[in-house]
């Protein structure tokens, strides 16, 4: 894991453009734009932190937590899938910012990967918010 930096917006905007990944996002329905991209990265919140996920020496996805302890995670390489990544990365910011818990996620119903990958986590379902499931972790 590192921070996301300027040099990887490209990448992160190519992931995030690809409607197999933005169907499950909820505020995205479309192909972001370079400058709005751009824009987004340069106003983040000092509350919210985005880390690359690397694997064999690779670019393959970004965990997340905003400013109101909301987690998020998506693998890009999709090669990547399968191999425990996505746990390792989850629990890693899980146990880096313990001291912010309890930790949410909202996950769409249809996104079952996503919500096992969070139940084995150690998240628990608390809501439901039309399509949205939100989770709740607590260390």
């Known amino acids: 894991m590192r921070p996301v930096e300027r040099g990887d917006l490209e990448l992160l905007l190519a992931w995030r453009s690809n409607p197999e990944i933005y169907r499950h996002f909820r505020v995205q329905d479309e192909p972001l734009n370079w400058d709005e991209h751009v824009e987004w990265y340069e106003s983040r919140s000092d509350n919210r932190y985005d880390f690359l996920i690397r694997y064999e020496k ?9 400013a109101d302890d909301e987690v998020g995670i998506y693998l890009g390489d999709f090669s990547a899938h399968g191999h425990g990544v996505a746990t390792a990365a989850l629990e890693w910011i899980c146990n880096r910012f313990a001291d912010r818990t309890p930790l949410t996620a909202e996950i769409h119903e249809n ?13 628990e379902k608390s809501a439901t918010d039309g399509d949205w499931v939100q989770y709740i972790y607590e260390s």
Do not use: M, Q, Y
């Not at 690779?58 to 905003?66: H, P, Q």
């Not at 996104?111 to 998240?123: A, D, I, M, Q, Y």
């Open 111 to 123: 996104n079952e990967p996503s919500k096992n990958l969070f139940k084995r986590c150690g998240f």
């Open 58 to 66: 690779r670019r393959i996805g970004v965990v997340s937590i905003d």
